[in-house]
Nanobody, 115 residues
Framework: QVQLVESGGGLVQAGESLRLSCVAS????????MGWFRQAPGKQRELAAL???????TYRDSVKGRFTISRDNAKNTVYLQMNNLKPEDTAVYYC?????????WGRGTQVTVSS
């Protein structure tokens, strides 16, 4: 089992920044890819950014150049630095961790961007 706890969400104005953190605990040696997904009201959950154990990153097009995902294996933590936030980034952001057998999710942290 892997437990994920997110933090760092909040209410900001357009153009401002936030950094999300996700701390993993439990059977973390089996974790490969970690990522951030988001879900806006009335919409499906979508990928924001992924980082593989190799350090390779993947971003959805709408956040490229604004969001940066990083991983500190010593602290079992994955971060999402979000700059130049836009109202359309408003969503609940969920941390995800994949092992060979299953995918784990945190409970989410709310990000609200006002115009």
């Amino acid at each position: 089992q892997v437990q994920l706890v997110e933090s760092g969400g909040g209410l900001v104005q357009a153009g401002e920044s936030l950094r999300l953190s996700c701390v993993a605990s439990g059977s973390i040696l089996g974790v490969n890819t970690m990522g951030w997904f988001r879900q806006a009201p009335g919409k499906q959950r979508e990928l924001a950014a992924l980082i593989a154990s190799s350090g390779r990153t993947t971003y959805r097009d709408s956040v490229k150049g604004r969001f940066t995902i990083s991983r500190d294996n010593a602290k079992n933590t994955v971060y999402l630095q979000m700059n130049n936030l836009k109202p359309e980034d408003t969503a609940v952001y969920y941390c995800n961790a994949d092992t060979r057998s299953r995918s784990y999710w945190g409970r989410g942290t709310q990000v609200t961007v006002s115009s």
